[in-house]
């Protein structure tokens, strides 16, 4: 009889066993859905398709729909995965999970619902994988550490686990496999902050390859291609790589809390999440002031990661306005609606010696309190010396202040309303209907 497996042998199962994705996988396939998850996650999945939707209307989404329309084969899942991706994160009013900086629908939405329609799964199916894709994206994303995000884009490192993660389950693949999955999702981690400098268009395309990267990897594991188990923690893996402050155990912590969907922010307003509890803040005071001509100073207290994005005193295009907390201050000091408008060329023009007045400046307890809680403060003095501010732990859109599901629904219509959609009712009510199990209604792409 043989001797069994070797001493070194048996040692490579147990450390494989207890890797951070195979611990999570674990962790996601356990979790119960109820009925209130899946409700929930369909207005999710309604708010990234219209913005995928809206995100057509658009100089970038016009050059991406010609490059799906010029596909030979525009029926692959894994270039529909892209395009809706990259759709969906093009007009910055998507969703954002702030204690990982990952906009989770972008990603996992888009590849979740690309993968259901080809393999004609439920509207139950549909909802669980992009539960656990949200799942899986977030929890990476919280382990990655402050300083992984001053270079590298949260949401195109960390979203191949989310997309992988979701197509596994819209395959039913085993532990193993899903494991594998993940592995190669990882492996292709990539996208980088430089797009900033010169406004390209850049981070859409890290959304759109974020959600194909993660298929990809899920479709090849069924077919038994096996991915490295350790990626996360290994010593040539992506916290090695890309992380000097990971916190790796941040993965598989407290496994008992609620879906991540829930801690997930719902964006009102068109622009960088970290503008928005600025914009919240300036349109209290509006309601104050009777001629905003009479501002002589503005002064915005918030965190660093909003300073390194946001900071841009004299933006140039509607997409340097929207990472611009000058610009957005100015804008929801003077605007009844922080809307698409509120960015063009002429509101640009409009605003930009407002704009001038605005200083910004890092301060507690914003700065401590992120990323967990996204403030600001705002503070504007007059030129008769009266002085108005408003103070925001959290801005609207964030679970502390959550949207309400009109609200979701209304923001959703006007999506599409903009996108030019023919029937905006009929996909809200048919996309709602997921959670009840509903078929999987087609988009006009």
Not at 16 to 43: F, H, N, W
Not at 213 to 238: N, Q, S
Not at 282 to 290: G, T, V
Not at 293 to 308: P, S
Request: aromatic fraction near 6%.
């Amino acid at each position: 009889m043989g001797s069994g497996p070797s001493e070194e042998a048996r040692c490579e199962v147990a450390r494989e066993s207890a890797t951070l994705t195979r611990r999570l996988t674990q962790l996601i396939q356990a979790k119960p859905v109820t009925a209130d998850d899946l409700e929930q996650t369909a207005l999710f999945v309604l708010d990234a398709l219209a913005n995928a939707l809206a995100g057509r209307r658009t100089p970038a989404g016009e050059k991406v729909l010609r490059w799906w329309r010029d596909l030979d084969n525009t029926s692959d899942a894994g270039r529909r995965a892209f395009l809706l991706g990259a759709l969906t994160h093009i007009l910055e009013v998507d969703d954002l999970h702030r204690a990982s900086v990952v906009h989770p629908g972008c990603v996992v939405a888009a590849a979740a619902w690309a993968v259901a329609m080809r393999e004609k799964a439920g509207g139950i199916a549909l909802l669980t994988a992009v539960l656990r894709g949200f799942e899986a994206t977030t929890r990476v994303g919280m382990a990655v550490g402050p300083a992984h995000y001053r270079i590298w884009h949260n949401t195109a490192t960390c979203g191949p686990y989310g997309s992988a993660m979701a197509t596994a389950s819209l395959l039913n693949l085993d532990e193993s496999s899903t494991v594998d999955a993940l592995g190669n999702a990882g492996t292709q981690s990539a996208g980088f902050w430089q797009f900033l400098e010169t406004g390209a268009m850049s981070k859409h395309l890290h959304a759109g390859r974020a959600a194909e990267a993660g298929l990809v990897a899920a479709d090849l594991a069924r077919l038994g291609f096996t991915g490295p188990p350790a990626i996360l923690e290994g010593g040539k893996g992506f916290f090695a790589a890309t992380c000097s402050d990971a916190d790796p155990l941040a993965v598989v912590r407290d496994p008992e809390t609620p879906w991540q969907l829930h801690a997930t922010s719902i964006k009102p307003w068109p622009s960088c999440r970290h503008t928005h509890p600025a914009i919240d803040a300036a349109q209290e005071i509006r309601s104050h002031l009777d001629d905003y001509r009479a501002i002589k100073v503005i002064e915005v207290e918030t965190y660093a990661a909003a300073l390194e994005v946001c900071d841009r005193p004299e933006p140039h295009s509607e997409y340097e306005a929207k990472f611009s907390l000058h610009h957005c201050v100015a804008a929801a000091l003077t605007r009844d609606r922080v809307d698409f408008a509120a960015f063009s060329e002429s509101a640009r023009a409009e605003l930009a010696e407002l704009s001038s007045r605005v200083t910004l400046r890092v301060a507690e307890p914003y700065a401590c309190a992120y990323p967990q809680a996204w403030g600001s403060a705002v503070t504007v003095i007059l030129d008769d010396g009266r002085r108005w501010q408003a103070r925001r732990t959290h801005a609207k859109g964030d679970p502390q202040a959550r949207l309400s599901r009109s609200e979701m629904i209304a923001k959703a219509r006007e999506l599409m309303h903009f996108a030019g959609e023919e029937n905006p009712e009929g996909l809200c009510t048919a996309v709602l209907a997921l959670a009840e199990d509903g078929p999987i209604p087609s988009l006009n792409l």
